[in-house]
């Protein structure tokens, strides 16, 4: 049998709270229940029992025999199970799993997340690299970091950003051949990854209407920060995004010759299940992500007050 059937939970978590307060309606108010859903409850306990609980007075309210004999156990077993929910809170917020792609993972996220750990030490984090889109009916993460994605009526969707890609480039590479003067000079140098759909944008975009980009299939990687890394190493120039590489940027050893940027068409985004959505851990890391990002995001501006930009 259902333990609802064998006992009146409802109406014990009433008793309870009308024991305690000595009163119907502070009792109701604790509860949000009118004062007489309150004593219908303790009617259905009465006469569950087979016998009052209180002895109802003018002024004063006051435990009957049985009453007094079944608020003990009763107020012990509410601190029982307060304990318990709260048990399972705090292990559900013990450590948070983040799955997210290579890039962000390693260009931003690695980098900023020390400060989500000092604002929430009772959060542990565990940090994945992933290529694909987050089923989370089949994984242990708790929130994931991708981009764009088919939306589902089970999952939270929060927008962080929508990057800028232009051309970065080693200052030793650029020096080569006399320094970039104009769009076209970045043809004479090898491309990173030039069957990426990126370059035809730009080019086209700078006003080269039919760039002869190499046909080769060398020099290709998977992810912008697999690229970065290679012109770093002056094996080429990149077409990343400058918001993930901004201490690259700031020491010299990558340059952005010019400030026309594409911006990426879908989002990159937090994504978490809809029945998480009120646990401590993801509520804290959602509000720090989205704020952390702008912060982000204001530096980049701060540093490059004016760029090119087109959608």
């Known amino acids: 049998m259902k333990l609802s059937r064998q006992f009146p939970l409802n109406a014990l978590r009433v008793f309870e709270a009308v024991a305690r307060l000595e009163n119907f309606t502070r009792a109701g108010e604790e509860l949000g229940m009118t004062q007489t859903a309150v004593s219908y409850q303790i ?21 009957t025999p049985a009453g007094e004999r079944l608020l003990p156990k009763v107020s012990d077993a509410f601190n029982l199970l307060a304990e318990a929910v709260s048990s399972a809170q705090k292990a559900g917020g013990e450590t948070l799993e983040i799955h ?27 940090l994945l690299r992933i290529a694909k889109f987050t089923d989370f009916r089949n994984t242990t993460a708790d929130v994931s970091i991708f981009w764009g994605g088919e939306q589902r009526d089970d999952l939270v969707y929060v927008d962080l950003l929508r990057p800028l890609y232009s051309p970065l480039l080693s200052p030793k590479l650029a020096a080569t051949i006399g ?14 990854s030039p069957n990426d759909s990126w370059w035809l944008q730009w080019f086209q975009a700078a006003g080269l209407s039919d760039p002869k980009l190499p046909a080769t299939r060398q020099n290709i990687f998977e992810s912008q920060d697999l690229e970065a890394s290679a012109a770093l190493a002056g094996q080429g120039v990149a077409i990343v ?71």
Do not use: C, M
């Open 43 to 63: 009617k259905l306990l009465e006469e569950h029992l087979g016998e009052a609980v209180f002895i109802r007075k003018p002024r004063a309210l006051q435990l």
């Open 179 to 192: 320094g970039i003067e104009t769009p076209a000079d970045l043809l004479k140098l090898p491309l990173i």
């Open 241 to 311: 995004s400058p918001f993930f590489f901004p201490d690259e940027l700031a020491s010299g050893r990558l340059i952005q010759p010019f400030d026309l940027a594409l911006q990426a068409r879908d989002p990159i985004r937090l994504v978490y299940p809809k029945a998480k959505r009120n646990q401590h851990k993801i509520r804290a890391f959602h509000h720090w992500i989205e704020t952390a990002i702008q912060a982000s995001e204001e530096a980049r501006r701060t540093v490059n007050q004016s760029p090119d930009v087109t959608a």
């Open 100 to 126: 997210t792609i290579p890039t962000f993972a390693s260009q931003w996220l690695a980098r900023n997340l020390g400060n989500f750990q000092l604002a929430h030490p009772e959060v542990a984090v565990r």
